[in-house]
């Protein structure tokens, strides 16, 4: 890529034009002749014309909001879904609090235990919508895809809890083994031919 | 401890001394050599071999070569950076890729060296084992994550003296031998011991049995071992580290409270765990598990402060302990100065007296060594003291000074005590009878004092102990004999191991009797030494070069202690001998050189810790609440003369004393304003507490506060001491001690630590009363009676029990006159 | 004076109040619609068929807002402002001829409610008061915002009387009369006959004029939201800032009919067909408010002034002394 455009930092010059615009009139006379140009060039009706025109062809572009929707994309970043495992159904999250640690406005805590099976449970998990920039680095950081961000971008309710409790998070478990959970393409999730970066380790057995 | 020698290293010249290792050096001055298995202070292991360097064309291991003067070092060629590599591939071998949970967090050497490395793929493979992990009740020990650095090994024996862990067969398949050709030469040989080792308990048994001091945990450069409590309650990162100084005994370990919001719901903040400089400081277990401690939930009650207020008015007398900061005992000297309270704090009086008596002959304020240079020195005596429980600092310093420097030592103590006499065979319990530490101060005097300059009426004192005899010894001699023997010998031509018979001279050691004329020493036979006192202490004194003695409580407490005091400074005087005194508690040196104290008790009396007329406590058990030691900041004076400051680690909404001296007329905004005042205290500095630094450099000095500085004192020219007194306590004994882990009511406060105070003894105390563990005894002395559980105790020996003072509710103190052994009667009940 | 007169005239003042009532009502829907149709969009969809009842919602909200005194405004006159201004929309309207007169039931209605021979002084003076409303209510208001504002429209109004009253010089000169009705029968003759041919300035100014004094794009600066808020409104909350409403929709409707009977030729020559054209007519100029607002920008206030005195009264002034030139020869 060429970097020339970055190189160049005369800022008023680059990339700006100038529009042909004649100078201020001096003269009284000039005034005069400005005036009546502006009067009568018909600059007006052509503004009159363009919206009178557009009424015509009633192109209309509303989107009637709720009750029509326009898709969101795969890599939306909405309210945080917490992904199961697929088959078993199992969280996908094992607490190890990167997401925690790395959420740059600071609104994801967590509370971690050792469990009756030796593993971590996470007992506790919260997001802080109200604080949350929606930036998508827990996503990102995720080393399980078990946070990833849902393309629910409606999230008024009386209480913002009602979209901070890990249960409301994570996918029901019946999606996760009916396997219609939806994976996220955005932020952190894996990327194609990952494959092939991946080297092998010899094993022994 | 000069630099005295020049010694490059990667074309950088630094100064050493001579002797010192190049790892050490290295890091003195900020040179980057990677070590896996090395810890400062201890010996070498050589588990990782990492540590290679070139010098003077050599490849050597910087943790074990020695640096001469004008060596040229090299830290990285191209053989070490494939045997690097290699090692650290070594290591990824089936380590669990747990990363995400593991407790270590990311504080993980393994994956530090792996990316300083660079290890981005693996070439090596064995199959792996399954291997279960163990609770050892504080410690959590998972072998699939130990990498078998051998730190936690080499820490237990070498500073903490219990060796309670060791390597211990690994199972599973051996190496590929492939391998040996394929391999970088180290990393196979490191290879092929890692393979074969995991770590253990010393006894094999299910269980730790150890002192539970947990620096094994802190040294783990996984998350092999971990704190059982700790265990997945927070990752590293969240933690918030408070530097501080520990509160629960005088040794003022440099700790971190780690600290981090409590949980979702609520952001106070909270102590997770504790974690020190472990290269250059070491924790017992009252320091690593009991920091929560705190005051919680204290609240500005105003009611209770105006009765505070009101009280103060009314008292002529403040009872406190030593469990507070400097300043606040500055604040109570400044109180006694304007109200002229009475303030009484028997355990820094006594202690406070036996300086004082100590200064008029070595015409020092303060005793001259600290337990640096007790780490320093090769061979050491303990009096009067239960060392592992008064100051387990100075316990390891004990057991280090004897396992690092070829030391031996000596203990005399009542009590017998198998986790000293498991230190080393080169120390020697002497477990005298109660009251006999005066003989055991004579018999230093006479054993080492330079009798030359000794006050000649001691000498003499001294010679009238001494007769001589005849006794039959043992000798052994060396014999040369010649033996046969199979050996097994590579066959050069054929390759292959045979077995050939070879004839060896060899000395072997004989057995002579023999009758020599000895002398006697009257004085062994009062401490009831064992016979062969003087062939082994003769063996010990070998090569021996730097001295120290440590004296602890029992001395301070004795009915003669002002004798003893003179005695001691006798030895310091006339003998090689380097002096240490162990003060009782957290604070005791400072609160002794700050506050004026007095002996008789007035009659209203205000309580600080402790119960009284009107009690402030800062175990929320008294009439206005004051903060904990890990609620304030302030400084701590510790055993090495050393003011420590210490901060805040948790928030405490209470009133403070200083709110009270205010209302009383002092002024300070905040407590720690008096620090710059300490400066009118003998010894003290007048730096601000802002000002004073709390960590260690990589070359281990301690940068902490500022040391007190060496006061003279007049010195009476009057050395002379009282003969020994024919006293003795009958019948059965019991002492005035702490079992392991605790100190105070605040390490009993802590959730970790927490338990209720009993009884402790020995089996054979046990079997002598017929007593077992968990009944219940009447213990009665001639101060008073009180009623505890049987406890029994497997880290003494002996028939002497003891009581513990960290239960408050067991009112064990007063059951004694002031000296730590009396004479009981056991009942059970 | 006789019974059916009074009830007559009775019945005229409610059916004006009512029905201007409504009308700013509807003109708020239609302006929301065509302003959206313009720009591509849809307008409010969603109370009532097509939004139809969005002014009956935006009706029970305003009436039903809690109403805010401020603290530091003058009470009384605060309160009083938004009254005067719908007041004078409504009380100007009464010199108006709607519509032609007819008869029903035996007796001929007159839809004017006054018939004044100097119906046009008359509705210049009540335009003139409808100053009092902005005035009063931005100086009492205590607020910055609405102090500029009265000073805009204090300028502005007074201002622009000025080139209503020169540019309705003309027209006056060749009717001859100040009422209504004569200027209508004026231009019975049919389109030829409308003065908008013969006084093509006058027109224009007047509809200038008009513009600046209902405050209408592209002359919206007496509450110019980007830069003062809402004016002399901003205080106000509920159903007084809601007269404010109804008062500056009246007025559009007001000043419509106005043009309308003046230049266009008003309900001509009193058949049904002229009545309904009259209404034409007036929808037309209403809907010509609304265009314009989509359309074009505002100018500033200083060019307003500049327009107002350095352009449009010397013209009206030179359109004078040509009209009465020509009637002279």
Redesign the interface.
């Given at each position: 890529m060429s970097l020339e455009q970055f190189q160049d930092r005369n800022v008023a010059e680059q990339n700006y034009f100038h529009v042909d615009i004649p100078d201020y009139p001096t003269t009284g006379w000039g005034k005069v002749k400005r005036a009546a140009s502006r009067t009568f060039k018909g600059e007006l009706f052509v503004g009159l014309w363009v919206v009178f025109r557009e009424m015509i062809k009633f192109d209309i572009h509303t989107v009637q909001y709720p009750k029509e929707k326009l898709p969101v994309g795969p890599r939306y970043r909405a309210v945080h879904e917490m992904q199961r495992l697929f088959e078993s159904g199992t969280e996908r999250c094992i607490g190890c609090g990167l997401c925690e640690k790395i959420c740059i406005s600071n609104c994801i805590r967590m509370e971690t235990k050792l469990d009756e099976n030796s593993r971590k449970l996470v007992t506790d998990y919260t997001i802080n919508l109200g604080r949350c920039i929606f930036c998508g680095y827990c996503a990102e950081v995720c080393p399980e895809l078990a946070i990833v961000h849902g393309p629910r971008y409606e999230n008024v309710s009386d209480q913002r809890a009602h979209f901070t409790d890990f249960s409301d998070m994570l996918t029901p478990i019946d999606a996760a083994i009916s396997g219609t959970q939806k994976e996220f393409d955005g932020f952190g999730a894996v990327t194609p031919h990952e494959d092939e970066r991946v080297k092998t380790t010899p094993l022994a057995y | 401890m000069e630099n005295n020698i020049t010694i490059t290293i990667d074309g950088k010249e630094i100064q050493t001394r001579e002797g010192e290792f190049i790892l050490n050096a290295a890091r003195a001055n900020n040179i980057f050599i990677p070590a896996i298995c090395y810890l400062t202070r201890c010996s070498p292991t050589l588990a990782c071999r990492i540590c290679l360097v070139e010098a003077d064309g050599k490849q050597v291991y910087a943790c074990n070569a020695k640096a001469k003067d004008g060596m040229n070092i090299t830290t990285t060629t191209e053989n070490i950076e494939t045997e690097k590599r290699a090692i650290m591939e070594v290591y990824d071998v089936n380590h669990p890729l747990e990363c995400g949970v593991c407790d270590q967090s990311g504080e993980c050497e393994l994956q530090n060296y792996t990316l300083e490395v660079g290890v981005d793929s693996q070439s090596y493979s064995v199959p792996d084992t399954h291997k279960e992990a163990v609770d050892w009740g504080l410690i959590h020990y998972d072998p699939a994550l130990c990498i078998v650095c051998e730190r936690c090994t080499t820490v237990c024996k070498d500073m903490i003296g219990d060796a309670a862990i060791k390597t211990v067969p690994r199972g599973g398949d051996a190496l590929n031998t492939d391998y040996k050709a394929q391999m970088p030469k180290d990393a196979y040989a490191m290879w092929n011991k890692l393979n074969k080792s995991l770590i253990g308990t010393a006894d094999r048994s299910d269980m730790l049995d150890c002192t539970d001091c947990g620096e094994c945990t802190a040294v783990c450069p996984v998350g092999a071992l971990v704190s059982s409590d700790f265990q997945y309650a927070s990752n590293a990162w969240e933690q918030k580290q408070v530097p501080a100084t520990c509160a629960h005994c005088s040794a003022g370990c440099q700790i971190s409270y780690d600290v981090k919001h409590t949980d979702i719901e609520n952001s106070d903040e909270k102590i997770y765990r504790v974690k020190n400089e472990w290269n250059y400081v070491s924790l017992c277990g009252a320091g690593r598990y009991g920091y929560d401690f705190q005051n919680a939930d204290a609240v500005k009650d105003e009611t209770a402060f105006n009765a505070a207020i009101a009280a103060f008015k009314k008292a002529d007398t403040i009872a406190f302990t030593s469990s507070i900061t400097n300043e606040e005992a500055f604040i109570l000297r400044r109180l006694k100065e304007e109200r002229g309270y009475k303030l009484i704090n028997n355990e820094a009086k006594v202690f406070k007296t036996f300086l004082d008596d100590y200064s008029k002959i070595s015409g020092q304020q303060l005793y001259g060594a600290d337990l640096k240079m007790v780490h320093a020195s090769d061979f050491v005596v303990s009096i009067g003291s239960a060392l592992k429980t008064d100051n387990p600092n100075a316990r390891f310093a004990f057991n280090n000074s004897i396992t690092m420097n070829k030391g031996a030592g000596l203990y005399f103590h009542p009590i017998k005590d198998p986790v000293i006499d498991g230190l080393s065979k080169n120390v020697m319990s002497i477990n005298h009878a109660p009251l006999q530490e005066e003989t055991a101060l004579y018999l230093m005097l006479d054993l080492f004092a330079d009798k030359e300059n000794l006050p000649k009426d001691i000498t003499k004192y001294l010679d009238s102990f001494h007769s001589k005899k005849m006794i039959t010894i043992e000798e052994t001699i060396k014999e040369e004999i010649i033996e046969k023997v199979m050996v097994k010998q590579l066959n050069k031509e054929t390759g292959e191991e045979e077995e050939v018979e070879v004839e060896k001279k060899k000395m072997v050691p004989k057995k002579v009797s023999k009758e020599v004329e000895v002398d006697d020493n009257a004085l062994l036979a009062q401490l009831g030494a064992p016979a062969d006192f003087d062939e082994k202490l003769q063996k010990f004194l070998k090569k021996k070069e730097k001295f120290s003695l440590m004296v602890g409580p029992d001395l301070y407490t004795h009915p003669n202690s002002r004798n003893l005091a003179r005695l001691v400074a006798l030895v310091e005087k006339y003998t090689q001998f380097e002096l240490v005194m162990i003060p009782a508690l957290a604070n005791t040196l400072g609160v002794s050189l700050i506050c004026d104290l007095d002996e008789e008790v007035g009659e209203y009396t205000i309580g600080y810790n402790t119960k009284a007329d009107f009690t402030l406590s800062a175990l929320g058990d008294g009439d206005l609440d004051m903060p904990a030691l890990n609620q304030q900041e302030g400084t701590l004076t510790s055993i090495n003369k050393r003011v420590n400051p210490t901060n805040v680690a948790l928030s405490y909404g209470g009133y403070v004393l200083n709110d009270i001296a205010n209302a009383l007329g002092l002024d300070a905004k905040y407590t720690i304003d008096y620090t710059k005042e300490l400066g009118v205290v003998k010894g003290f500095s007048r730096e601000s507490f802002d000002d004073l630094p709390n960590h260690y450099t990589n070359s281990g000095e301690e940068v902490r506060g500022y040391l007190l500085k060496r006061i003279g004192i007049r010195r009476s020219s009057n050395e002379s001491v009282n003969e020994l007194e024919d006293i003795a306590i009958q019948s059965d004994i019991v002492y005035l001690a702490n079992p392991v882990l605790q100190f105070t009511a605040f390490t009993n406060a802590s959730h970790q630590l927490h338990g209720e105070g009993g009884l402790y003894g020995s089996e054979a105390f046990m079997s002598k009363h017929a007593l077992n563990a968990g009944d219940k005894v009447n213990v009665k002395t001639a101060q008073g009676e009180v009623r505890a559980v049987m406890i029994h105790d497997n880290k003494i020996d002996g028939e002497i029990a003891y009581l513990p003072t960290f239960d408050v509710n067991l009112n064990s103190e007063a059951l004694f006159s002031g000296y730590r052994f009396s004479s009981a009667s056991y009942t059970k009940v | 004076m006789d019974i059916a007169f009074l009830i007559e005239t009775v019945v005229k003042i409610v059916v004006i109040l009512l029905v201007f009532s409504a009308l700013a009502g509807f003109g708020t829907y239609f302006e929301r619609k065509?302003l959206?149709?313009?720009?591509?969009?849809?307008g409010p969809?969603h109370v009532g068929p097509y939004g139809l009842l969005q002014i009956a919602a935006d009706g029970i909200k305003l009436f039903t807002k809690e109403d805010i005194v401020p603290q530091n405004v003058v009470g009384p006159i605060f309160k009083i402002a938004p009254v005067i201004t719908a007041a004078t929309a409504f009380m100007a309207a009464a010199a108006i001829p709607f519509m032609p007169s007819f008869t029903m039931f035996g007796y001929e209605v007159h839809p004017i409610l006054a018939d004044i021979n100097i119906g046009i002084l008359y509705i210049l003076g009540v335009m003139g008061i409808g100053l009092y409303g902005p005035l009063l209510g931005g100086l009492a208001s205590a607020n910055k915002w609405a102090l500029i504002s009265t000073a805009r429209a204090a300028s502005i109004f007074i201002s622009y009387e000025v080139i209503t009253g020169l540019a309705l010089l003309a027209p006056l000169m060749m009717v001859g009369s100040l009422s209504l009705i004569d200027f209508n029968n004026y231009q019975v003759g049919g389109i030829a006959s409308w003065i908008v041919w013969s006084q093509p300035v006058a027109f224009v100014l007047f509809v200038i004029a008009g513009f600046a004094e209902t405050g209408r794009t592209p002359f919206h600066l007496v509450a110019n939201d980007h830069e003062i808020i809402d004016g002399f409104g901003t205080e106000y909350s509920g159903m007084r800032w809601g007269l404010f409403f109804i008062g500056e929709y009246a007025n559009m409707f007001f000043i419509s009919f106005v043009i309308a009977i003046l230049f266009l030729g008003g309900y001509g020559d009193g058949s049904g067909l002229g009545a309904l054209a009259l209404l034409a007519k007036v929808s037309f100029i209403f809907f010509f408010f609304l265009?314009?607002r989509?359309?074009?920008p505002d100018v500033r206030p200083d060019q307003l002034m500049w327009l107002c005195w350095k352009?449009l009264m010397p013209i009206a002034v030179i359109n004078i002394v040509i009209t009465g030139i020509v009637m002279m020869f």
């Open positions: - | - | 065509v959206a149709f313009m720009q591509r969009r849809l969809m265009w314009t989509a359309a074009w352009v």
